[in-house]
């Protein structure tokens, strides 16, 4: 409430139920506030994010892109979405791979109307994030979108420094998770 009140209106989170049991209220008595989905979206939660929240920062599959374009058509809502992109090909890691990349984009686009605005990327445990960074950047720059959410609490520097628009800093600033 302290950031609210001093003026932030971005929030993020990664569990969509318990983004609705924080945020329903709050969201009802200020309006102007935005809420990222950051985390992995299941497609059987898209109905509840799409209700709540403003930004899905984990496009990682036309499976999901497609449930998404359904339930924000029933309420006519439009979100802004980010494609996550599996930077490091990593079979353990959701996301697009970079082989892949132009033509998903495309699809989401033409095929489904929906508004990308950017893409996402967690970069690999044993990667030079900065490296990860650059490349996220020129990918980005050859598809043509503006936003770029890269960046966590411990590299969100390099993040900006590469052109990230959006960075996830929540435990710098709120602490760990308990």
Known sequence: MPLIEHGHIHFGEN?????MNKWSNISNKYHNLKLHMIGKLQTNKVKQAVSIFDYIHSIDSLKLAKKISIEQNKINKKIKLFIQVNIGDENQKNGISIKN????YECLGKELNLDIIGLMCIPPIDAE???VFKEM??????????ELSMGMSSDYLKGIKHG????RIGSKIFGNRI
């Open 101 to 104: 990349l132009k033509d998903f």
């Open 164 to 167: 990230a628009t959006f960075v």
């Open 137 to 146: 950047n020129s990918l980005n720059n050859i598809i043509g979108l503006k």
């Open 15 to 19: 569990k969509v139920q318990e983004a």
């Open 129 to 131: 994030p900065e490296d």
